[in-house]
Structure formats: structure tokens, C-alpha cells
T-cell receptor
């Protein structure tokens, strides 16, 4: 079993829909990151969380430390949101990130 | 204020050659991390360096791979005698510190193709 599990693996949505991507982890962490990667592109850090909830524009990220679970929400989705969204946890000693397999999101207009 | 700069963006090497990948961290960042993304696979940690020191190399293959972050200049990931299985995207990230309050900034990656 992977240390970081994401669901779903693939997600297709219509423009305007509310989207949720889930992440569960099984190890101790110092922080959790949500990342975005476009095909053939670089990686953009969206959020870094160690507790609670953060919001940036149409993106919201939450984390429940007790349940070892985080969610990324996209409100009013748009085709430009189409990308791979990756959950990554930072190890307790802070030395490295352990990544989920990613969620491939496609938003259709 | 440039972010993390990686070069080259694309690198083609023949089997047996050496590959050198460079990473210049964000200004003010002294912590550098290298990650590898094999085709159709997720990202995997390779090595974590601070200036002149390797802090954690638990993800580095035992042979042919090495990394450095000298006092002056970029961090270098060096792959000797490349094989087809080394073809991947190599990403560098930097941070100001490794504590939980410090975020990561990623570079655009170097796509290595071994022919």
C-alpha cells in the first residue's frame, strides 16, 4: 500500500462543476502539499497545509490531521483547470516529499 | 525575481554518456531537493542538499548518480554512463528552510532522453 493515496485517479467534469480530490496518508507528516502539473510542464505549488483550511481564489484545501486526510476543492471549474493534481506529504523530519500518484482532471466546456 | 531555474529543459544523451543537470534555487533559498518522474509514474525523492552538504540521499540509486551543491553556483545532478531507464523528468525544488513553515518552489524540470 502506498503511503499517499489519491482518489479519484481520473476525473472529468463539466465547466462550472464543483470538484473534490481526496488524499489519504499513512505516515507521520510535518506538512501536506497540493501541487499542479500541466502535461509536459513544470510543477506549481498550490497549497501547503499543516492544519485547518486554506483558500486561494477558486481553490480550497482542507486537512484533518487526526484522520490523515486532505481534500482539494475547485469551485466553478474551468477548462484551464485541466491538469494533474498531486498530493504530497512532507516527512516528519522535513527532508523530503512523498507523492501520491496524482489525479488527472479534465474540465470540458 | 527569478524562481527556481533548471537547465537544460531538454537533454538527449546516448547510452554510456554522462548527463549533468543544473538547478539554481530561488534567491535566498539554501535548501535544494531533486525529484525524478519516470514515464507513467509518480514523482520520487532522490536527494536533499544544503550548501556544500548532502543531508539525505536515501532516494539516490547506489551507482552512477551523484549530486552536489557547491558554495558558489548551482546544484548539479550528475548521471554517469546513462542507460535507457534513466529517461525521465528531473525536477528540482528549493526552500528557505526545511521546517514545516517553509514552502517549496519547483523548477520547470529537465527532460532527459537516453537514446
Amino acid at each position: 500500500k502506498n503511503e499517499v493515496e489519491q482518489s479519484p485517479q481520473n476525473l472529468t467534469a463539466q465547466e462550472g462543476e464543483f470538484i473534490t480530490i481526496n488524499c489519504s496518508y499513512s505516515v507521520g507528516i510535518s506538512a501536506l502539499h497540493w501541487l499542479q502539473q500541466h502535461p509536459g510542464g513544470g510543477i506549481v505549488s498550490l497549497f501547503m497545509l499543516s492544519s485547518g483550511k486554506k483558500k486561494h481564489g477558486r481553490l480550497i484545501a482542507t486537512i484533518n490531521i487526526q484522520e490523515k486526510h486532505s481534500s482539494l476543492h475547485i469551485t466553478a471549474s474551468h477548462p484551464r483547470d485541466s491538469a494533474v493534481y498531486i498530493c504530497a506529504v512532507r516527512s516528519s523530519n522535513g527532508n523530503k516529499l512523498v507523492f501520491g500518484a496524482g489525479t488527472i482532471l479534465r474540465v470540458k466546456s | 525575481n527569478a524562481g527556481v531555474m533548471q537547465n537544460p529543459r531538454h537533454l538527449v544523451r546516448r547510452r554510456g554518456q554522462e548527463a549533468r543537470l543544473r538547478c539554481s534555487p530561488m534567491k535566498g533559498h539554501s535548501h535544494v531537493y531533486w525529484y525524478r518522474q519516470l514515464p507513467e509514474e509518480g514523482l520520487k525523492f532522490m536527494v536533499y542538499l544544503q550548501k556544500e552538504n548532502i543531508i539525505d540521499e536515501s532516494g539516490m540509486p547506489k551507482e552512477r548518480f551523484s549530486a552536489e551543491f557547491p558554495k558558489e553556483g548551482p546544484s548539479i545532478l550528475r548521471i554517469q554512463q546513462v542507460v535507457r531507464g534513466d529517461s525521465a523528468a528531473y525536477f528540482c525544488a528549493s526552500s528557505a528552510n526545511r521546517g514545516e513553515g517553509y514552502g517549496y518552489t519547483f523548477g520547470s524540470g529537465t527532460r532527459l532522453t537516453v537514446v
